[in-house]
């Protein structure tokens, strides 16, 4: 008798592991890819400040480099907020490169906003 009550759990089970692996999945893909754009962003950024800090170029020449890498590895959307500028850190002179980006997002859910990172080179004198 007690097999009969049981007939029809194990689909029920299924229904229910799978669902719980599936949300784990879509939740590693979105760090994963969230992971990636960051590293994409800070080395274009980090690019575009070693053009710029060149003796023979401006940092104009280096937000366009970093633009022309995000939308190569990633999209126009990405490269739409490339800012440049000269600082100070540590009593040394060095260029800034600040790209500003949105976070990717893997389906209906996941995290809003942008990312901001910033790629810092010794200026050339």
Do not use: I, K, N, W
């Not at 759990?9 to 979105?30: C, D, K, M, Y």
């Not at 907020?81 to 980006?101: N, Q, W």
């Amino acid at each position: 008798m007690s097999r009969d009550r049981e007939a029809g759990s194990a689909v029920a089970e299924f229904v229910l592991v799978s669902g719980l692996v599936l949300a784990l999945l879509l939740g590693v893909v979105q760090v994963t890819l969230a992971v990636h754009v960051r590293a994409l962003a800070v080395d274009a950024a980090a690019e575009g400040a070693r053009v710029a800090a060149r003796a023979d170029r401006d940092l104009a020449d280096g937000a366009e480099r970093t633009r022309l890498l995000l939308r190569a590895a990633l999209s126009e959307p990405y490269a739409q907020h490339v800012s440049a500028r000269r600082t100070v850190v540590d009593g040394l002179p060095v260029v800034e490169v600040e790209v500003t980006a949105p976070l990717p997002v893997v389906g209906l859910l996941g995290p809003s906003g942008t990312l901001t990172v910033r790629g810092h080179a010794l200026e050339e004198p």
